[in-house]
Structure formats: C-alpha cells, structure tokens
C-alpha cells in the first residue's frame, strides 16, 4: 500500500536533494514513484513549437521512488513514519507514530 498520496508535504531522505522538503504534485502507484515540488530538477532543451513560442533550456521536475521520501507531520513537522488505523464508522486514515496526529 502506498502510504504517499497527491498534496502530501515530503521530505527527501536520500540522493542529491536531500533534506529539502516539498509538495507531492503526482505519484505514480504502479512505478513507485512521485514528482514533488522544486525537488530532483533536471535541466531539459524544448523545441519551439506552435504552443511553446519560446522553446530553449527549461527546467523540469522529474520523478523519484517512493523509498526515498519521507511523509512529514502536518503538527509535529517532522519526517514520520504512519500507521492506517480505521475509525468506527469503517473509514482508514493515516497516523503518525509519534504524536499520534491525524495526516
């Protein structure tokens, strides 16, 4: 089960950006991975088309595995670990593992 979802805040535990934190923009279940926000950013050459007027150098973010990023606490703001635990009425939800607040 995959425990990163879309909007999630990310931390990145290993590789060349490490430490920086960000927003998960996408994540891709099947592959293992996620794009995340300012994060692993690779510098790409664009032609110049009919939409892309401009074309040249952009910069881009591109994907990395799930292994590397950590969930960060929405109330302690620490990279966490989860737990699913479900509520009464039967729906699940994730835990932190150390302040116990709902992600």
Same mark, same amino acid.
């Given at each position: ?5 879309? =909007? ?31 994060? &692993? ?23 990395? &595995?799930?292994? =590397? ?13 989860? !737990?699913?635990?479900?509520? !009464? ?15």
């Amino acid at each position: 089960m995959i425990k990163i979802k879309k =909007n999630d805040t990310v931390e990145v535990v290993a590789g060349k950006d490490k430490g920086k934190k960000g927003k998960v923009l996408r994540v891709f279940p099947e592959a293992q991975k996620a794009v995340v926000e300012n994060i &692993n950013i690779i510098k790409k050459a664009r032609r110049k088309t009919q939409e892309d007027q401009k074309g040249g150098i952009v910069e881009i973010e591109t994907s990395l &595995n799930l292994s =590397n990023l950590m969930l960060v606490c929405k109330q302690c703001s620490k990279r966490i670990r989860t !737990k699913i635990s479900v509520l !009464k009425d039967g729906t699940k939800i994730r835990e932190c593992k150390k302040c116990g607040a709902a992600n």
